[in-house]
Every structure is written in structure tokens, then in C-alpha cells.
């Protein structure tokens, strides 16, 4: 079960998409920036961990994890950040980041490199899954986190990582699916998986790719005695993806609503002390 506070956070921050909740001087603002394979999300709370204003821009700057196009980078950050603190009235000064399981330093440093370049006094850096753990409370089990890119995944044993993995799997493969069976380009595909229209269709051609993650995710986890898995993440959206895991794993497999907003919002719950504006 998806506990009420968490699924009214997590509804919160899709409004706050659209939507601005005034911040009077002095309120005190923490910001998370995650920075994906397919998506740069960022997050704004306000008092009682409440989002106040959230910016999504769709890019493609990192692969498997890997940041590529380390300017388009700062550029999409600096953009989602001037969005939010003209939306606000304030300047965003500070944020936390996340980033795969197992990153290397050097490629950690490179994500917060790109978010100060951007403006942002980096706070705290965490791993994807933990951050995503800090919205889903798990205490124990896993959390998966599939992205465009990659799927990472964290064991928690009594609230505390004690096992996590990253693969390159996520919905850029679905998109590959997708471009081989009808002829489309990247694009197209893309836009072809997320029209409701198409959802029987595309449910049906990325089973095997789902398939595959669930191969995956199932190599990591076992011998580990996972009685629980959540699954986060933009593909996760795909009606039905937590049944083909579920068959796979032989555990139970839950999603929360708004999985792709999982990862961002647990960023910024993140935040250690954060500004006021
Ligand atoms: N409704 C949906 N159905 C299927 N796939 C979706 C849906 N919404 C988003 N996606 C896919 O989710 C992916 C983006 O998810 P997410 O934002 O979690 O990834 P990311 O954080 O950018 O990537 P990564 O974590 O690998 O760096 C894209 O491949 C996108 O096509
Ligand atoms: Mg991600």
C-alpha cells in the first residue's frame, strides 16, 4: 500500500508542475535537482516538506547515466532554475543532486559540477534509490529506479542500503523496440509510447524489454530475501509493468502513483537545512 501522505506528495508535485504556491519572505525553500537520462526535473519544498513549484524540461544530455553534453547541461539547469525563482519571487541559491548506484566519484563530481556551474551551491549528493526511498519509507526490500537510461536498484535491510546495482536498461530501450518494429525515428517513438491511443500496442511490443529489466533486477536480488519491491521511474508509468515484474520475481512488486516524481521529490527531501527567501 501506498501510504495517503505519500501519494498526496506525490500529486502535489505533478500540481507544482503548473502551478506556483506563494512563499511569503523568510520561508524557508529547499530545492532537488535530478538530473536523468531523459528528463531534468527540479523541485521546490516549502514548510511541512509541501512542493511549492516544480520545472521538468525533456533533454538528452546524459547516457547510461553518463553526462554528455556537459553545457546543454548547465543550460537546461540554469533555465529550470530562473524558471522557479521567478515563479517564487526569490533567488534559488542552493539544491541537492542525485545520482545512480555505484556512480563513480568522478562522474558524481560532474553532476555537481554542472549544478554549480548552473548557480546552486550543491548541499548533499545521495544515490537515486535512497532518495527515492526517502518518499516510499521502505524498510525492507528493494527499490528499483527505472529511468530513460539506466535502472538502478538499492537492497534495504532494517532502513539502510546495504546492496545496489545500475544496468543500462530503461525507456530509451523501449524506444529502440518501438523504432524497429514500426520504422520510426527516436522521436517519434518516443511520442508513439506516450499516447494513450497506442497503450494496448506499446504494452505489448516492450514486454520482452520489461521482461529483460525484470531478468535483471531479479539477478541482483537474489539469494537476498526480498519480500518487497518498489518500482520508481518514468517506465514505470506503463500500465501493468509491476505484474510483469511480479511473475518474473515471485515477490510482491508495488508502484506509487506519479513514478516518475518519486526520484525528484525524494532529492529535495533531501535537502540539509536548505535558504529562506
Ligand atoms: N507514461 C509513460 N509510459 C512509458 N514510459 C514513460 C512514460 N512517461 C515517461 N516515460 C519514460 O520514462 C523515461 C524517463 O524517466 P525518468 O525521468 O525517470 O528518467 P531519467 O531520470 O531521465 O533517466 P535516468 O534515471 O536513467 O538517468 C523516458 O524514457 C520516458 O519515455
Ligand atoms: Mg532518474
Redesign the pocket.
Known amino acids: 500500500m501506498v501510504a495517503d501522505n505519500t501519494v498526496d506528495a506525490l500529486r502535489r508535485t505533478v500540481s507544482a508542475l503548473r502551478c506556483t504556491t506563494p512563499v511569503p519572505p523568510g520561508t524557508p525553500l529547499r530545492c532537488g535537482v ?8 527540479e523541485v521546490v519544498l516549502g514548510p511541512d516538506d509541501r512542493p511549492v513549484a516544480c520545472e ?1 524540461e ?1 533533454c538528452d544530455v ?1 547516457r ?2 553518463l553526462v554528455v553534453d556537459y553545457m546543454g547541461a548547465i543550460e537546461v539547469v540554469q533555465r529550470l532554475t530562473h524558471r522557479l525563482g521567478t515563479r517564487l519571487g526569490t533567488e534559488l541559491k542552493a539544491a541537492a543532486i542525485a545520482v ?1 548506484p555505484g556512480t563513480s566519484r568522478a562522474n558524481a563530481n560532474t553532476h555537481r559540477h554542472i549544478v554549480e556551474a548552473a548557480g546552486l551551491e550543491v548541499l548533499a549528493s545521495l544515490d ?1 534509490p535512497t532518495a527515492a526511498n526517502s518518499v516510499l519509507g521502505l524498510v525492507n526490500g528493494a527499490v528499483v ?8 536498484l538499492s537492497v534495504f535491510e532494517d532502513g539502510a542500503v546495504v546492496y545496489e546495482a545500475d544496468e543500462a536498461t ?3 530501450h ?2 529502440l523496440v518501438l523504432m524497429g518494429r514500426y520504422g520510426l525515428t527516436f522521436e517519434a517513438a ?1 511520442r508513439f ?2 499516447d494513450p491511443a497506442h497503450a494496448a500496442e ?1 504494452r505489448a511490443a ?1 514486454r520482452p524489454v520489461a521482461e529483460k529489466m525484470a531478468t535483471i533486477v531479479g539477478r541482483h536480488i537474489a539469494g537476498r530475501g526480498i519480500e518487497e519491491v518498489w518500482l ?7 500500465e501493468g ?1 509491476e505484474d510483469i515484474f511480479a511473475e518474473r520475481l515471485g515477490v510482491p512488486v508495488r508502484k506509487p502513483p506519479h ?2 516524481m518519486v ?2 521529490l525524494g532529492i529535495a527531501l533531501n535537502v540539509p537545512g536548505g535558504q529562506t527567501c
Not at 145 to 152: E, F, K, L, P
Not at 232 to 238: A, E
Open positions: 535530478d538530473l536523468g537520462t531523459a528528463s531534468i526535473i521538468m525533456l546524459a547510461d547515466g545512480p537515486e529506479d527505472i529511468g530513460g537510461g539506466t535502472t538502478g530503461g525507456g530509451t523501449m524506444n518516443e509510447k506516450l506499446v516492450t520508481v521511474g518514468g517506465p514505470v508509468t506503463q509493468i513514478p516518475m526520484t525528484p
